[in-house]
C-alpha cells in the first residue's frame, strides 16, 4: 500500500476498528507477511484458541501476545562465555507458532547482540507468513550514517528475511526532539526509512518510547509528517496512573494515540517481572480474586482489554511462562470495570513497598567494573517482597532478616560483580529507560550490605 493510500485508509478505518477493538481471528495465511482472513470485528480464537487483533493500516492479524525475544534462555559455551541456548530457544519458538503466537519483537542489540541471530535461526524453520518479525534501530553509543546503515542491513541477515514487518526507532524520548533528531534526521536515516518502506522491505515504520509527556507530544506532532504505522509503550497496572521516573503515565499515551488511530504494541506489562513476583499480601489478595488465575494474568489482561492495543510483548525464558500467558490470551477475556478498580487499588498499594524501578531490561549492561547491575536490583526487591529488609538491629526481625539477605545475595550476584565494585562513573545513567539513578541505588545497598555485614561481628 502505497503512503498515500495508507493515510486515506487511517482516516476511514481506524477509528472505527480500535474502539470495537479490531479483533479477529487468524487460520489461514496470505500476502507477504500478511494474514488474509476476513476481517471480524468480534474476540474469537484462532488455532489454539489464541486472541487476534486487526492492525487498521494494513489488515495484519496480529496475535495479542507477543514474543520479546531479550530473554532467551542462555547457556556456556566450551569457554564458559554466556550464549543463547539455541536448542531451548527453538522449541519455544516452536510452541508459541503451534499455539498461535506470530509477533516476535527482538533488537541488534538484546542479549549482547546475539538475539537477532538466534531469533532468525528459530523463525527460518517455519513459513515466513506464518509470523510478523518486528526488529529496531538501536543506533544508542553511535549514530552516524554509516553504523545505522550498517545496523540496518545486519538485521536482514541476522534475522535471514528480506522484508521487516515491523521496524521501529529504539527508545526514543529520554533526550527529547534534540537526541532523536541526532539519532535519526539530521544523519538522514528517517529518510531512507520512509523510502525502504515505500519500497516493501518495512511494512510498518513506528518507535518504542520512554519519556514525558512533552517528548511524546512532540512526536505525535511530527504523525502527519512521518504517518506512524504503530507505536510500542510501556503500559500496565501501575504505570497506568503511577508511572515512576521522567516515564509519562501510560493512560495518557494510550489515549493520545487512540486520538490518531495509531495502534500499540505493549513493552514491560510485567514491569520486567515485578507484577509477577509482588509482595505476599498482594499476591493473596490477587488469587483470593481468581484463585484459578496467575498472579502475573492479571497484568497481562489488563494490558489486553485497552481496545487500541495490537500486541502486548512478553519475554517468556520458560515453557511455564510461554505456556500460562497462552492460556491467558486464548481467548482473552477483559476486565470488568469492577476487576479495572480493583487493581487501581493494587497499584496503590504497590506503590508502598520501596523496591527499586528495575525491569532488568538490561540497557545498563555491560559495566566496565563487571557489575552485574540487574542482578543487585532485583535481589533487593525480591528481599523487600518477601520482608527481609530490616531498617536495623532494633528490628523484631533483623536477625533472620540480616543473614537471609547475606545468604541470598551471594548466592544471587557472584563476589566480583558486586556493588562493592561501582566507582560511581555513571555510565549506566544515561542507558536506563526507567531513569533510575542506578549508581546512586547501588551504592545505597553497598551501604546496607556493609551495615549488615558490621553488626553480625
Known sequence: MKDMDRREFLK???????????LGAAAGCGRKGGMTDKDSSEDTAGQGGMTYR?????????????????????????NGNDIIDQETTNRLVDYAIEHGVNYFDTSPVYLQGQSETATGIALKRHP??????ATKLSNFSNHTRENSMLMYRKSFENLQTDYIDYYLLHSIGGGGIEAFNARYVDNGMLDFLIEERKAGRIRNLGFSFHGNRESFDAFMELHEKYHWDFVQIQLNYVDWTHASGRNADAKYLQEELDKRGIPSVIMEPLLGGRLSKVP???????????PQGSVASWAFRFAGTQPGVLNVLSGMTYMEHLQDNIGTYSPLKPLTEEELAFLE??????????????NDCKYCMPCPYGIDIPAILLHYNKCVNEGEIASGPEAENYSKARRAYLVSYDRAVPKLRQAARCTNCGQCIGHCPQSINIPREILRIDRYIEKLRRNGK
Do not use: H
Open 280 to 290: 505476599q499480601y498482594v499476591a493473596d489478595r490477587l488469587k483470593e480474586r481468581n
Open 12 to 22: 476511514t478505518a481506524s477509528s472505527a476498528a480500535m474502539v470495537m477493538g479490531g
Open 54 to 78: 486487526t492492525n487498521p493500516g494494513n489488515g495484519d492479524k496480529v496475535s495479542i501476545l507477543g514474543y520479546g525475544c531479550m530473554r532467551w534462555p542462555m547457556t556456556k559455551d566450551e
Open 345 to 358: 487499588e493494587i497499584a496503590e498499594l504497590m506503590q508502598s513497598y520501596p523496591t527499586i524501578p528495575c
Open 128 to 133: 515466513r507468513e506464518k509470523y510478523f518479525i
